[in-house]
């Protein structure tokens, strides 16, 4: 069944959502010959913020920052982190539960002087 733009209906909806999560919803449209169902699912995140980190430390002593990470969403998050750079270190995954701040310990270890 192909359908011309002649056939489209729009349904504008809004969505003003209060914080970051997934929200989830369903839209029930009856007429006399037919009954849908759509279900909607909308991801919502946070203004992207950048940061920067300095780190002072003798050569071949490391220090590690420990960086939270708070989920303010409706659902558990398994995240995979992926370093870039010499010397930096860290675990390939953390799991921070819904409401939680879970810690990211970020390890620097110069080899050299840098």
């Given at each position: 069944?192909?359908?011309?733009?002649?056939?489209?209906?729009?349904?504008?909806?809004?969505?003003?959502?209060?914080?970051?999560?997934?929200?989830?919803?369903?839209?029930?449209?009856?007429?006399?010959?037919?009954?849908?169902?759509?279900?909607?699912?909308?991801?919502?995140?946070?203004?992207?913020?950048?940061?920067?980190?300095?780190?002072?430390?003798?050569?071949?002593?490391?220090?590690?920052?420990?960086?939270?990470?708070?989920?303010?969403?409706?659902?558990?998050?398994?995240?995979?982190?992926?370093?870039?750079?010499?010397g930096f270190y860290g675990p390939p995954l953390?799991?921070?539960?819904?409401?939680?701040?879970?810690?990211?310990?970020?390890?620097?270890?110069?080899?050299?002087?840098?």
């Open positions: 069944l192909f359908l011309d733009k002649s056939d489209a209906v729009e349904l504008p909806i809004k969505f003003i959502p209060q914080c970051a999560g997934c929200y989830r919803c369903q839209i029930l449209l009856k007429s006399s010959c037919d009954i849908r169902v759509y279900e909607i699912e909308c991801v919502v995140n946070t203004d992207c913020t950048e940061a920067e980190l300095e780190f002072l430390t003798p050569a071949y002593q490391a220090v590690i920052q420990d960086i939270p990470i708070s989920n303010m969403s409706n659902q558990d998050w398994k995240l995979e982190a992926i370093l870039e750079g010499q953390i799991n921070v539960g819904l409401g939680e701040t879970a810690l990211y310990p970020l390890m620097f270890k110069p080899i050299a002087e840098c």
